[in-house]
Nanobody
């Protein structure tokens, strides 16, 4: 059984920063692409960022490009999302997801495993 657990969410003022972490149990992490998605109330779950299983490619939604950075530490089974210059429109529940042997897909349906989410609230 694979479990993903996010942490690092919270309340921050616009312009501030947060770093989300997602730690995976099990043995799939090093061979999985990891993605971050977010979902605001009443909206669909949207792609934010992804990193390939080989750690050679990263992908970002246009709305976060230049502000967010995804990275991974295979020794710690952890993927990070550094979020800088946060905006109120970044407010959402953030989910991490794993796609075994993935390259960094943007569609939620490509990911087999999901965390429970962590809330990020950006005040104006």
């Amino acid at each position: 059984q694979v479990q993903l657990e996010e942490s690092g969410g919270g309340l921050v003022q616009a312009g501030g920063s947060l770093r989300l972490s997602c730690t995976a149990s099990g043995r799939i992490f090093s061979r999985s692409a990891m993605g971050w998605f977010r979902q605001a109330p009443g909206k669909e779950r949207d792609f934010v960022a992804a990193i390939s299983w080989s750690d050679t490619n990263t992908y970002y939604a246009d709305s976060v490009k230049g502000r967010f950075t995804i990275s991974r530490d295979n020794a710690k089974n952890t993927v990070y999302l550094q979020m800088n210059r946060l905006k109120p429109e970044d407010t959402a529940t953030y989910y991490c997801a794993a796609n075994v042997w993935g390259q960094g897909e943007v569609r939620p349906s490509e990911y087999e495993y999901w965390g429970q989410g962590t809330q990020v609230t950006v005040s104006s």
